[in-house]
């Protein structure tokens, strides 16, 4: 597995030992860390909980005399944990989303919602990129309830942070990228798209509002990895700066 | 049969995402009710793994005290409370199976007469609940390796290495058939949050 989370379709069947609590602890400590870059997996180990838990139900018995008031007895000595202020980074959307994101993909602006939710999920802040999004939300759509639906993210050398969310059923890719440093005067980012020793560019990262970049849609082609790097303005053809952010796309 | 194992339908509209806030700010009413939905399943899942009553118990109670604890913690996003709630009772039956066997160094050999006895058991439970008879359907609308695979891994508490051992398949095999037998009883039970 990749550093960011390069999908094994053989770690993916572990959706299922996973939900049953049937994995090692090494395994466990690689599942979780996979989970934080597959989205498709989040969702899938979602309702597999899910379906575990109805399992578990079906089990249920009465507790005997006293337990109740062993249990409460127990409870009045016990402090409470605060709340979690630090946000998950694992990529979830919510659990009925699938079927919520499809239903919403043909209003405009319900399908905003779906953008903000999905993507907001690798911290990734998206208020204020409404209007932005309008004409485009149904083909981001599209890539983002696909089936094959699955999410990367990685953090820049320098700032910030890119993440994708990618379909290759549909051959394209939501990219946004946030919290990357100012470009120098007469400088911008440039994405460029990477199979083997070809690279072609995927245009430039204009700025969006305040800390992000526009969102972008990306044909994916046969691309394998994902590079970013600051280009001074004018045609560049290839890249002439190390990149500051690299992502594998997963296969 | 009684309506014990539902004491949220109709008559009670609150549900256990709306209670899990209220017994994070320390409401103790709020974990009565709570307890009062819990509890059942909680001890069901741990005993169904554990087997021993007394042991069954004491883990029981541990983990109630920790819904109580971690309230806080509790996201809607990753899915429903109860599922939270249960994921964490049965996660603590495994973590004691898995401790009580570093100590003793079960042999899994052991288990090899539990592979028929899983899926009896939940027959055998019928008479209890609708939850359960849909439950014990949906187990009966699966392949036979897939059926061994989810319930010896969830209700036996072994893990998948230890399933694929008792099945004498390989590990592969295993964890694609427990995680298609999981797809399909998602399906089957209409698990569709």
Redesign the interface.
Same mark, same amino acid.
């Given at each position: 597995m990749s550093e960011h989370g390069q999908i094994h379709a053989d770690i993916h069947t572990l959706t299922g030992p996973y939900a049953a609590n049937a994995l090692s602890a090494g395994e466990l400590r690689n599942f979780e860390r996979h989970l934080t870059a597959c989205s498709a997996c989040a969702q899938e180990t979602v309702e597999l909980r899910e379906t575990a838990a109805r399992l578990a139900q079906a089990t249920a018995i009465r507790p005997p005399q006293g337990f109740r008031e062993q249990v409460l007895a127990k409870v009045a000595t016990v402090r409470q944990l605060p709340p979690a202020v630090a946000r998950s980074l694992i990529p979830l959307r919510r659990p009925n989303s699938r079927a919520w994101l499809t239903r919403l993909t043909l209003g405009a602006a319900a399908s905003l919602t779906v953008v903000t939710v999905s993507l907001a999920m690798v911290t990734v802040q998206l208020q204020g990129r409404m209007a932005l999004m309008q004409q485009t939300n149904g083909e981001i759509a599209a890539v983002l309830t696909a089936s094959d639906a699955q999410m990367v993210k990685a953090n820049a050398t320098t700032a910030g942070t890119g993440a994708a969310v990618l379909s290759r059923s549909q051959g394209r890719m939501a990219f946004l990228a946030e919290g990357l440093p100012q470009p120098e005067k007469g400088q911008h980012y440039k994405l460029w798209l990477i199979h083997g020793d070809n690279v072609r560019s995927a245009g430039i990262l204009s700025p969006g509002i305040g800390q992000e970049m526009k969102l972008r849609l990306i044909d994916l082609g046969d691309a394998d990895r994902l590079a970013i790097t600051l280009e001074p303005f004018g045609e560049s053809a290839y890249p002439t700066t190390l990149p500051m952010l690299q992502m594998a796309l997963s296969v | 049969m009684s309506s014990?194992?539902f004491p949220a339908q109709p008559d009670d509209p609150i549900q256990l995402e709306e209670l899990l806030p209220l017994v $994070?700010k320390?409401e103790?009413s709020a974990? %009565?009710d709570m307890?009062e939905r819990v $509890? @059942?399943?909680v001890? +069901?899942?741990i005993?169904?793994v554990l087997r021993d009553p007394a042991q069954s %118990?004491e883990v $029981?109670?541990e983990v !109630?005290?920790e819904l109580? &604890?971690? @309230? *806080?913690?509790f %996201?809607a996003? &990753?899915? *429903?409370a109860?599922?939270w709630?249960? #994921?964490i $009772?049965? &996660?603590r039956a495994?973590d004691r199976v898995r401790s009580a066997q570093s100590a003793s160094d079960r042999e899994v050999r052991a288990g090899r007469q539990a592979v028929n006895r899983e899926y009896d058991e939940?027959a055998e439970?019928v008479e #209890? *609940?609708l939850?359960?008879e849909? =439950?014990?359907r949906c187990l009966g609308s699966l392949t036979e390796i897939q059926r061994e695979s =989810?319930t010896l @891994? /969830?209700?036996g +508490? /072994?893990? /998948? &290495?230890e =399933?694929a051992e008792l099945l004498s398949l390989p590990l592969?095999t295993v964890? #694609?058939? !427990?995680?298609?037998?999981?797809?399909r009883?998602?399906d089957c !039970?209409g698990? #569709?949050?």
């Open positions: - | 014990w194992n $994070a320390g103790i974990f %009565e307890y $509890a @059942a399943p001890l +069901g899942i005993q169904r %118990e $029981a109670q !109630l005290v109580w &604890r971690t @309230a *806080s913690r %996201e996003v &990753r899915g *429903s109860m599922t709630v249960l #994921t $009772a049965h &996660r495994v939940v439970q #209890t *609940s939850e359960a849909q =439950v014990r =989810v @891994a /969830y209700y +508490g /072994y893990s /998948y &290495r =399933v592969g964890k #694609t058939r !427990l995680r298609d037998g999981l797809i009883l998602r !039970l698990v #569709t949050r």
